[in-house]
Structures are given as structure tokens and as C-alpha cells.
């Protein structure tokens, strides 16, 4: 009698592999760090050869970068999550768009990710890029397009929407994001008082004069 051979993969099946090597990969390069974690390692992790991983990735570091993809695209905050934030108070819609960001950061795999670009930045200035993109920018674009429609509406006097958003998450979110990823978070309600402090301080260089 011929032995049965298993069949090609299906295309599920091969997805599903590829998915689960860049989140074993992900996960390798959070615990060690680039120059420990080992090619060998990951296959073994995921019972796959060093020449099945080669095949897709040329090297260590072409693995790194799609497994920083992937962890950046699953830390991502969805559209309709931003959308949510938006009310009928600017300024408490403000404080909402900030809190998002902050609170992602300080989640256990978002503090895993800003630490390994931060560790990495000096080898890989795109995976910087690439977290801009994925992660920050739908964030930007959204308050962008706030920020122009209550100039719009005679509210604020912006000239400059999209610049205007970035000074906004660098300004109200940067410094406690610097605090969360140094490893000295500051408490809640410390968080609470400077959002506001900084939102009231944005929105007072904001609004039109006289």
C-alpha cells in the first residue's frame, strides 16, 4: 500500500503559519533583543526549519522589521476606536484623543513595542517610520480634520491643521508617554491634570484673538 502523503498547505493554513512566525518572532525579539534572538530559536518556537524562515525572510533582519509590522498593526488603535473619542465638547474631545493614546501606551505590549523601537532606532530608523504610519498617523489625520472643521467654523484659527495635530500629540501626550516608556508613570490623576492643563494651554494658542 502507498503512504498518504499530506497535501499542500491551504492558503488559511499557510496564512495562519505566517502569522504565527511573526508573533513568535515578535515576541523573541521583545524577550532578547535583536543580537539575542536567534533565527534557530524562532523556527524551533514555531517547529518550522531555518530554511522554511529563510525562504521568506533573507536574514535576521528583514525578520525583525515584518515582526514589527505585525506588533505595531495588532497595538494599532482601529478608526472606528478614534472615532469614538470625538463629542460635543472640544476640549473634552481633546482630552479623549490623548487619553487613547496614553492609556495604549501603558498597556504591557504597548510598552514592549515603544521600548523595542526606541532600543532598536539606531539599526532600524524605519520601524519609526513605519509605527508613525500605522499607529500614529490615523490618530493625526482624525484631529487634523477636527481641528480644520472648528476653524471652519470660526471656533479655532488654525491655518495649519495637520502640523497643528502633530504639535497637539507631541505637546499633550508626548510627556506622559516619556514617563510611561522611562519605567516612572505617573500616577492617574497626575495624568488627569496634565492633560487638562495642556489641552486649555493648546486650545487658549488655538482660538482666534480679539
Do not use: C, W
Not at 66 to 94: C, K, N, P, W
Not at 145 to 167: K, Q, Y
Not at 180 to 201: C, H, M, Q, Y
Request: hydrophobic share 45%.
Amino acid at each position: 500500500m502507498n503512504p498518504v502523503r499530506a497535501g499542500r498547505p491551504t492558503r488559511e493554513q499557510a496564512e495562519a503559519r505566517q502569522a504565527q512566525l511573526l508573533e513568535r518572532a515578535f515576541d523573541h525579539f521583545l524577550e532578547k533583543g535583536f543580537d539575542h534572538a536567534t533565527i534557530e530559536a524562532i523556527a524551533a518556537d514555531v517547529n518550522m526549519t531555518k530554511r522554511t524562515v529563510y525562504a521568506r525572510y533573507p536574514d535576521k533582519a528583514a525578520l525583525f522589521r515584518a515582526a514589527v509590522r505585525r506588533g505595531i498593526e495588532r497595538y494599532a488603535i482601529s478608526r472606528e476606536r478614534i472615532t469614538a473619542t470625538r463629542g460635543g465638547d472640544l476640549e473634552q474631545t481633546l482630552i479623549a484623543i490623548a487619553m487613547l493614546r496614553i492609556e495604549l501606551t501603558a498597556t504591557a505590549e504597548g510598552l514592549r513595542l515603544q521600548r523595542i523601537i526606541n532600543t532598536e532606532s539606531y539599526r532600524f530608523p524605519d520601524t519609526f517610520n513605519t509605527f508613525y504610519t500605522i499607529a500614529a498617523r490615523p490618530t493625526v489625520e482624525f484631529l487634523a480634520d477636527l481641528l480644520a472643521e472648528e476653524t471652519a467654523a470660526g471656533r479655532l484659527a488654525i491655518d495649519a491643521p495637520l502640523m497643528a495635530a502633530n504639535v497637539f500629540m507631541a505637546m499633550v501626550v508626548g510627556g506622559p508617554v516619556r514617563f510611561i516608556t522611562s519605567g516612572n508613570p505617573l500616577a492617574p490623576e497626575d495624568v488627569d491634570k496634565r492633560v487638562a492643563f495642556a489641552v486649555r494651554l493648546f486650545l487658549q494658542g488655538a482660538r482666534p484673538r480679539g
